[in-house]
């Protein structure tokens, strides 16, 4: 190597980054370096012009100053002037400050642009290569790419150039001519123009795989060419024995873009080429260079990537599960780890499955002495995969076991796995029950609501387990410390199932209660409501301890307790179970009725949690211990008197929050099933008939803005929703529900950052277009976490028939010319209707304006009525309307008439604003 | 790959190389978060890691670590090549390279490494194409160091 490249001369840099490295502290670093950046700036500032290599010499200095951490704030002129100058090193140093530190929206781009534009029209291939490098616009790079005279390594950056604007701004580079030939580069005798071009490819692959479905049978041949050839063929393009490991990579990736070949032919080529790949693991090592194996692991592990996305030769597929098999128990952990995280997919084919099982061992015993977190997760995972019926019960015992140990960073994704696995491959739900327990044991605070809410729904279900889980609550209510979460299963089955252990005495109601209440006064509000509703439970189950539960809840701690939620459930409950006969007590406590049937919430967390796709599909022909049928949420409800309804809402009801009411068993995470349970506000909404801003709803969380502006038939609506807390909302979600004849009203709907930070506003818009005229509203639902709570809110949205309004002037003659015309009895509504609120004449007008209509002065020859009219806009008509208010001061009363030329237009016009006075 | 970045066992950022636009807000962050993961791990540890949905490959070469992030499909282990033909393009150029010749000559390392990867692929994976390519450079730069005038100059394999 030359020695000349070594500082090259640039010697008022090598002594500013000596003297920061011989800074004793920090404040010294920044002091030297501020005393620099002062300097730079003079100097640059300074009225004489500097030289090519001064000014180098201080973009660089720049740059070592922005590597420390500090911000850069200027030099980038003097960068951008580096790259029109003709000395080589100078360009070079201007490109590097310009890739590193600016931005793609800075207003220096056109400059730069002009800069690389004058490079790439040079002959020089080192300029082009330097231009390519930091690229930023387009349409002459296919042509230089499939240009027969490029130079190889001009072909190689273009190529990759393509790929980062084809990823960043595919318009502009259109598709064209030049695909075709950009794949016939897979052919290029030069390995590294190959190398390029196959990334290229596997992303325009990617976008629009027709285009290049003839990549297949080039890649295919290509690779068969590398994977068959002697190491040393390749020439420089071997690493370490193998031959070239990234290209036979980036060509199996590019084959994941597509099917097995269909040509049979291709296909045996292909499958041959794999079988090599496989066979050479068998091999052993050309060296003992942890390289060598890492290379050739690497072509490995991708085509057993290869050979799992196509999941059609169970032979490859076994060979390759037996291949990892042995990695499970190889000395490095890097390739432990890529067996456990690869066999996770492989558990997921069907041809494939029952081989990773044999595995089952290894990978427990992985659990159990891996060293590194991230190995041991990769085991549960795969532990999780490859769980079916036949094997549940130990991987279940194995993974609880871990879990008394696990790290606590992977702990709740554990408790979730196992809550799953327990209830899905149960067939003795005793067991089902056992596990959840002790789940809670060992990792009560990593089980989330969700999976309590389960075991609940679960046992009352099943009737066959109630009487084994009152008795395994109630004895694991023993220990003298339990977790709350147990307290809180513990208190919903004993107040529901209580009685079906209640003839033995060691359990008998008062037993049992005391246990409960023993417990009460650790617990927190939440806790402590669920508990008084399972003891109004008793109270109807158990006669004979009505009575020390009344004296527990005439207490001045209940009664009086600062809590509300509590002190209102101790004040109801006990004039419930004074006043209440017996059978009015039986009917309204009555046995929860069976909940809907529905996917596991917990499933739904988990997939979550790991986003879609990454969670291997376990649900084979085996169903859901509830089986998928959706019922409608209001079974639970609706056969039954309020009385009940409020008291199993109350039951349910642990949060307080009064919107999030009956919503609280029932599957949390299925959109639709739940807005069935939360009620929807419209509070708010008559007082958007005549305006279009406003507060539409507000609690002690959250607030929801609206700002609407309307023409004609379309409509835009500003949707801001405020977070009053300090703390995040976290999986913040909103969407719009109408009734199927408002549907296609709406049309768009933004999309929403799942986190809103504490004080924080965001904004939703959407769009609306009238179709036809409508009577109902749509409903906003909004969903949220905040401190582990699940929030659902429902808005009635103030989209009405007013706002599509245009008012229309006319004199008195028009106005009553039209009256008459409008004259069939259908067509008029007529509404008298006493005031609301003061009768002033500028409120009324203002109201009367902001409906939508012109107000039309001098019509009516009374002055003290108010005449309008306007025409209503949607996509398939128009209705005009008419309208007479008159006021009636003595009487407090106001008469409205409508008159259109449709009557539901009409009613709909009038009793919106008939509301209004 | 997303980006890559060079840190020394103390934590200081040597080298980043981004290839995805972010902030400079988000790049310091996402430095100071990674930085303080991979420097908690142990020796013996795998060198891959889940880190937000990316996949972190990492490599300690004595006192510095290389640590790229790289996405989901992605071939871990070839990523861990890639590092080491880096090093080892680093080490034939400088000879021997330690941590002070990157600091000092820190272009030098980026010229290196844009000649190996662009836009987070792998370019060029011969070390001899690599080298030559900057043996080219360097002498283009000794060429105008002189006073030559670099249009004059007339690369041979371009002809």
């Given at each position: 190597m030359p020695a000349v490249s070594k500082g090259d001369g640039m010697r008022g840099l090598a002594v500013f980054i000596s003297d920061i490295r011989n800074c004793k502290s920090k404040e010294a670093e920044v002091k030297r370096i501020n005393k620099e950046l002062a300097n730079i700036r003079s100097k640059f500032k300074g009225d004489k012009a500097l030289d090519g290599y001064s000014k180098k010499k201080y973009v660089c200095k720049l740059l070592f100053i922005f590597l420390l951490g500090h911000d850069i704030d200027f030099g980038h002129m003097e960068a951008v002037n580096l790259l029109s100058s003709n000395k080589y090193t100078e360009k070079q140093i201007g490109y590097l400050f310009i890739s590193v530190?600016?931005?793609?929206?800075?207003?220096?781009i056109r400059l730069i642009n002009n800069g690389i534009k004058n490079d790439l029209a040079s002959r020089n291939p080192t300029f082009m290569n330097l231009a390519l490098h930091c690229?930023?616009?387009?349409?002459e790079i296919p042509r230089i790419l499939v240009?027969?005279?490029?130079m190889d390594s001009v072909k190689q950056s273009a190529a990759l150039c393509l790929l980062r604007l084809n990823r960043t701004s595919p318009d502009l580079v259109p598709m064209g001519e030049w695909t075709a030939r950009v794949v016939?580069?897979?052919?290029?005798?030069?390995l590294g123009v190959v190398t390029a071009a196959t990334s290229l490819i596997t992303t325009l692959a990617q976008k629009s795989p027709d285009d290049f479905k003839t990549s297949i049978s080039l890649a295919v041949a290509r690779l068969s060419r590398i994977v068959t050839?002697?190491?040393?063929?390749?020439q420089d393009y071997t690493y370490y024995f193998v031959a070239a490991p990234w290209l036979s990579v980036k060509l199996l990736r590019l084959l994941?873009?597509?099917?097995?070949?269909?040509?049979a032919a291709l296909r045996s080529r292909l499958t041959e080429c794999l079988e090599t790949i496989l066979n050479k693991a068998q091999?052993?090592?050309?060296?003992?260079k942890v390289q060598h194996s890492n290379a050739k692991n690497a072509v490995l592990f991708e085509a057993i990537s290869l050979i799992i996305h196509h999941d059609s030769e169970p032979t490859l597929l076994v060979r390759a599960c037996n291949q990892l098999g042995q990695f499970l128990?190889?000395?490095?952990t890097n390739l432990r780890y890529l067996a456990l995280e690869s066999m996770c997919t492989l558990a997921s084919s069907e041809f494939s499955h029952e081989a990773v099982k044999t595995h089952i061992e290894t990978v427990i015993n992985a659990l159990k002495t891996e060293r590194d977190v991230s190995v041991r997760q990769r085991a549960v995972d795969l532990l999780y995969a490859m769980c079916d019926r036949s094997n549940a019960k130990q991987i279940v015992a194995e993974m609880l076991s871990y879990l008394e140990t696990a790290d606590y960073s992977i702990r709740e994704e554990i408790v979730l796995k196992v809550a799953i696995l327990a209830e899905k491959y149960a067939v003795d739900y005793t067991w089902y029950v056992d596990t959840i327990l002790n789940l809670i044991r060992i990792a009560g605070d990593y089980v989330s609501e969700e999976v309590w809410y389960r075991v609940i729904q679960i046992v009352i279900n099943r009737d066959d387990v109630q009487g084994y889980a009152a008795k395994t609550v109630f004895e694991a209510l023993q220990a003298p410390a339990c977790h709350e979460n147990l307290v809180k299963v513990g208190g919903y089955i004993l107040g529901e199932f209580g009685n079906l252990i209640a003839g033995d005495s060691r359990s008998s109601p008062l037993v049992q209660f005391n246990l409960l209440h023993s417990k009460f006064h650790l617990c927190s509000v939440p806790t402590r409501a669920l508990l008084l509703s399972a003891y109004i439970k008793f109270i109807n189950l158990f006669p004979e301890v009505k009575a020390t539960i009344q004296e527990v809840l005439r207490s001045d701690s209940q009664l009086?307790?600062?809590?509300v939620e509590l002190q209102q459930r101790a004040v109801e409950y006990l004039r419930l179970s004074c006043i209440a006969s017996t059978d009015i007590l039986a009917t309204v406590l009555e046995e929860m009725p069976p909940f809907p049937e529905r996917e596991s919430s917990i499933l739904a967390k988990l997939k979550r949690k790991k986003g879609p796709?990454?969670?291997?599909?376990?649900?084979?022909?085996r169903r859901n211990v509830n089986g998928n049928t959706e019922h409608s949420e209001k079974t639970e409800t609706t056969n039954k008197v309020t009385l009940v309804r409020t008291a199993s809402a109350y039951l349910l009801?642990?949060?307080?929050?009064p919107t999030a009411g009956?919503?609280?068993?029932?599957?949390?995470?299925s959109d639709s099933s739940t807005l069935a349970s939360v009620e929807v506000s419209d509070?708010?909404?008559?007082?958007f008939v005549c305006k279009n801003?406003?507060?539409i709803f507000e609690n002690q969380l959250l607030q929801i803005g609206l700002k609407s502006e309307y023409r004609q038939n379309l409509g835009r609506m500003y949707v801001f929703y405020g977070?009053?807390?300090?703390t995040q909302f976290l999986s913040f979600s909103s969407s719009v529900t109408c009734n199927d004849t408002l549907?296609?009203?709406?049309l768009s709907t933004s999309s929403v950052d799942p986190i809103i930070e504490g004080g924080a506003q965001v904004q939703q818009i959407l769009n609306i277009e009238c179709v036809s005229d409508f009577t109902d509203a749509p409903v906003l639902n909004v969903q949220f976490r905040y401190g582990g709570t699940l929030q659902n809110i429902a808005v009635k949205l103030p989209?009405?028939?007013?706002?599509?309004f245009q008012p229309t002037e006319m004199t008195s003659q028009d106005f009553f010319q039209r009256w008459k015309q409008l004259g069939a009895p259908q067509q008029e509504v007529q509404k008298i209707f006493k005031a609301k609120?003061?009768?002033?004449t500028e409120v009324t007008k203002a109201k009367i304006l902001g409906f939508g209509v012109a107000l039309l002065d001098r019509?009516?020859?009374?002055?003290e009525n108010f005449v309008g009219a306007g025409v209503i806009h949607s996509k398939n008509t128009q209705v005009g309307c008419l309208l007479r208010l008159e006021p009636n001061t003595q009487a407090q009363m106001y008469r409205l008439t409508l008159r259109t030329s449709r009557d539901s237009v009409s009613q709909r016009l009038c009793d919106l604003l008939s509301e209004q006075f | 790959m997303q980006f890559m970045l060079l840190f020394s066992r103390?934590?200081?950022?040597r080298l980043q190389k981004w290839y995805v636009p972010l902030s400079d807000k988000e790049k310091k962050k996402i430095t100071r978060e990674l930085v303080q993961t991979v420097l908690a791990r142990?020796?013996?540890?795998?060198?891959f890691l889940e880190w937000r949905d990316l996949k972190i490959v990492y490599k300690r070469y004595a006192s510095l670590y290389f640590c790229c992030a790289i996405e989901d499909q992605d071939n871990e282990l070839i990523t861990l090549e890639i590092i080491h033909r880096y090093v080892e393009l680093l080490d034939k150029y400088f000879g021997s390279v330690c941590e002070l010749d990157i600091i000092f000559n820190f272009e030098k390392a980026y010229f290196i490494l844009d000649e190996f990867l662009l836009g987070g692929e792998?370019?060029?994976?011969s070390k001899k194409n690599v080298l030559k390519a900057i043996e080219q450079a360097d002498l283009l730069q000794e060429v105008s160091n002189t006073g030559l005038h670099p249009e004059s100059f007339v690369n041979p394999s371009c002809v």
């Open positions: 530190l600016v931005n793609s929206n800075s207003d220096l690229i930023a616009f387009a349409s240009a027969g005279d490029t016939h580069l897979l052919n290029d005798q030069h050839s002697a190491s040393i063929d390749l994941q873009c597509y099917p097995p070949p269909e040509d091999e052993p090592p050309k060296s003992k128990q190889h000395r490095e009086r307790n600062a809590d796709g990454n969670l291997p599909d376990i649900d084979d022909a009801n642990l949060n307080s929050t009956a919503s609280l068993l029932v599957d949390v995470f509070e708010n909404f008559p007082r801003n406003g507060v977070n009053k807390t300090s549907k296609n009203h709406i989209v009405m028939l007013n706002k599509f609120h003061p009768m002033d019509v009516d020859p009374n002055p | 103390q934590g200081k950022l142990k020796p013996k540890m795998c060198s792998a370019q060029e994976t």
